[in-house]
């Protein structure tokens, strides 16, 4: 690509440039100039522009911060799964980073966040209206970096995703497979997204951005079909053979029992490449 090209290209920072973040950016490449920022720059995607900082160490960020930025993706994970991580990575890392970016105007701040911010237990539907008030430290601190992008002064949206999983986060269906998920019946609801739709959706929600759409402050990010658990267990039992599950197999989720509604993001005009949990876990065991 020619050079002059290149530099009328959008400026686009992933702020978080592992798993999801490296995806995400990699989708990005063929039509926007991509930074990705993590502590380990050479970690990056390729055609993706390194940049090494500590989100939590904001000295690291200095003159790191290129000028041409349009849009930013906050995707960070947590570097250790307590209350203090969560805070470092949720808030005072993006704290941080907003400081860095000054007065440099965005068209969009995507802030990526989680359903468990949604404490319901009780089978409900719950979409981007209904009340947020996650009772664990961890949730309570995803949800003060929500409002830490929703008041930043940039235009901002959230992006509630459900759980993730693919052929890179294929552990629950090891465990299935290996006997250690038995869940009891009837079992919770439980909410999914497969990581090539999730990455697409955060693409698809940025171009709209770009070209100048509206968009909402928050999306609920999850498949069309909120499933029991158990029934999720049994269909991947008749598509592949399976281990007795061991005695002290995991009965039950960890989130809940909630069904995410998602018809807000395909309002948007976003389509799903797999659309339930069988076309996702289907292509995985296919191609294992």
Not at 37 to 53: F, H, Q
Not at 63 to 78: F, H, M, Q, R, S
């Amino acid at each position: 690509m020619a050079i002059a090209d290149r530099n009328s290209m959008p400026g686009i920072l992933i702020a978080g440039c592992g798993k999801l973040g490296g995806a995400i950016a990699s989708m990005l490449t063929e039509s926007a100039h991509v930074y990705g920022l993590r502590r380990n720059p050479a970690k990056v995607p390729e055609g993706v522009t390194g940049i090494g900082a500590d989100l939590t160490r904001p000295e690291t960020l200095t003159g790191k911060l290129p000028d041409n930025l349009e849009t930013v993706i906050y995707c960070l994970t947590p570097s250790s799964y307590d209350e203090q991580g969560y805070r470092d990575a949720y808030v005072n890392g993006l704290k941080n980073l907003l400081e860095a970016i000054g007065n440099q105007p965005l068209k969009r701040l995507f802030f990526i966040s989680s359903t468990s911010v949604y404490a319901q237990n009780d089978d409900s539907l719950v979409d981007e209206t209904s009340p947020a008030s996650p009772s664990r430290v961890t949730g309570q601190q995803i949800l003060a970096g929500e409002q830490t992008a929703l008041n930043s002064g940039h235009p901002a949206t959230v992006i509630r995703f459900s759980g993730i999983y693919g052929p890179s986060r294929g552990r629950f269906l090891e465990e299935v497979i290996e006997g250690r998920m038995n869940p009891t019946k009837p079992a919770p609801f439980s909410n999914r997204i497969h990581e090539d739709d999730a990455a697409a959706a955060v693409v698809f929600l940025n171009q709209l951005a770009l070209s100048g759409k509206s968009l909402d402050t928050c999306y609920v990010a999850s498949d069309c079909e909120p499933v029991r658990l158990d029934e999720v267990v049994d269909w991947v039992r008749q598509q592949v053979p399976c281990a007795e599950p061991v005695a002290d197999a995991r009965k039950g989720g960890r989130a809940g029992s909630k069904r995410c509604n998602n018809q807000r993001l395909l309002q948007t005009g976003f389509t799903f490449r797999y659309p339930d949990f069988r076309a996702g876990y289907r292509d995985m065991i296919d191609n294992a």
